[in-house]
């Protein structure tokens, strides 16, 4: 095989993919029919699923922001990056400081495939595929990369991605690895589905459970606020998503507001 051809990869598409169905829900065009099924079955359930789509984006945004333009944070690593889309992590950062190091990760090879695109645009942006699941081969893969330096602060993005972690995944065991290895002054940002005990994030999980996708858990305030262990919470704390520090886009009013959380914490 030819050393320098990129590793193959097999899609198979008899089955939803994430990503695929986060773009659909986002307006994009990189789907296919068996996701918009998938995004349908959701769309029963909570006709405005799409809003919690594009309200992540816009929590991704702001988080990014504050932690660039108020943390002084330099290297990002975006864990469960997704499909390029409308204002990506790198862009956003780098509109601000053109220094700052963003890795993306994703298990979906075909979001490799898709952020070569964004290779090619800068030398400070990089893409690797590997598992959250296994964090700790993951987070030995990223620092072979020799892009980011994980002995100096740096903040690592959980956006939309720790709610497709299964319980039988061990999402308590995953974040607490993946805390370990921010060094005092990293943070982490997460985003998640939100069971606020209400029918409609029972129903919806419902959905995602058996709708065709296969994953997204809707987790308890007691749940998520777990997830920030040994970190400080930054104002204002652990909240619905639009709440946190809403700019002039955050929809004050969203049909979705409950039903999705946002959160930044910072190693001590
Ligand atoms: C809903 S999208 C979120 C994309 C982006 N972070 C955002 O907030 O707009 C979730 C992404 O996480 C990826 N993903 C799901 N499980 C993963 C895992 N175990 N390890 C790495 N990536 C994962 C999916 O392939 C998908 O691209």
């Not at 405005?48 to 988080?63: D, S, T």
């Not at 298990?107 to 942006?125: G, I, K, M, S, W």
Request: charged letters at 25%; one cysteine or more.
């Amino acid at each position: 095989m030819d050393e320098q051809a990129p590793a193959p990869f097999y899609v198979d598409t008899s089955r939803a993919s994430i990503a695929r169905v986060y773009d659909y829900l986002l307006g994009g065009k990189e789907n296919l029919e068996v996701d918009r099924r998938a995004a349908d079955a959701m769309r029963n359930v909570v006709p405005e699923v799409g809003e919690i789509a594009k309200a992540n984006r816009c929590f991704l945004r702001r988080a990014v922001r504050f932690l660039v333009r108020d943390a002084g944070i330099r290297q990002l690593l975006d864990i469960g990056s997704g499909l390029p889309s409308d204002g990506n992590v790198n862009e956003v950062a780098q509109a601000i400081d053109a220094g700052v190091r963003v890795v993306y990760v994703d298990n979906d090879p075909v979001v490799l495939a898709h952020a070569r695109a964004l290779l090619a645009v800068d030398e400070q942006t990089a893409v690797v595929t590997a598992d959250l699941r296994r964090p700790e081969a993951l987070f030995e893969q990223v620092t072979a990369l020799g892009l980011l330096d994980l002995d100096a602060p740096f903040a690592v993005l959980l956006s939309g991605v720790v709610h497709h972690l299964s319980d039988d995944d061990d999402p308590v065991g995953i974040l607490a690895a993946v805390r370990e290895w921010l060094v005092p002054g990293s943070y982490m940002a997460l985003s998640h589905f939100l069971d606020d005990g209400k029918s409609r994030a029972y129903a919806l999980e419902l959905a995602f459970l058996h709708g065709g996708l296969g994953s997204g858990r809707f987790r308890t305030w007691k749940e998520l606020g777990g997830y920030f262990d040994g970190l400080e919470l930054v104002e204002p704390g652990l909240v619905y998503a639009n709440d946190w520090r809403p700019d002039e886009f955050t929809l004050a009013e969203s049909p979705v507001h409950t039903l999705y959380a946002g959160g930044i914490g910072r190693k001590p």
